[in-house]
């Protein structure tokens, strides 16, 4: 026999209205794929064959290197760790993303992070790596986190403990 909700004890409800819907519009991911292809010619231009082999190495290294720095920052931010994190390859969200509903300040946190010792783990490298692969390296590093990054800018006025969804060309921002 079903209660009606007012006369449960422990009944949990969570109530989250959307606040803010963001589209992806194709046009974007294209012209974000386009800065890809743009990026490949520019290396093979300059350097040849080992320009693309920069630009291949350089994109799996990136992924390698967002993996670290995510595992890394789970272990600093204990509300990240709970979260379930999945590789795509469906644009705009190429890279790690979050695999369900995310915490707008973990998610900000999280990507300020992946952003910001990224670089500086590519900069440590400077000496030792040739001119193509460097410049693989930052332009791949900044490439897969910019829709992220303006993910972030699109939500900066919004509350900090709302939800936020990913969707494949939607991201949706929930609030209590």
Known sequence: MKQKLSDQRNATIYQYKLVQKVVVKSELIMSHLIIAAIFLGFQMLIYGMDGLFAWLIGFAAVQLLHLVIIVITFIS???????????RV????IGFKPANDISLAVFRRVHRHLFWLGLCIIAVFYPWLGPSLMISLISWHIW????????SIAFRKQRKDGILRLQTKEAYFYHR
């Open 144 to 151: 897969v986190l910019m829709p992220r990054l303006m993910l």
């Open 77 to 87: 931010v204990t509300e990240a760790a709970e979260r379930q994190w999945v590789w």
């Open 90 to 93: 469906n644009p705009p969200w």
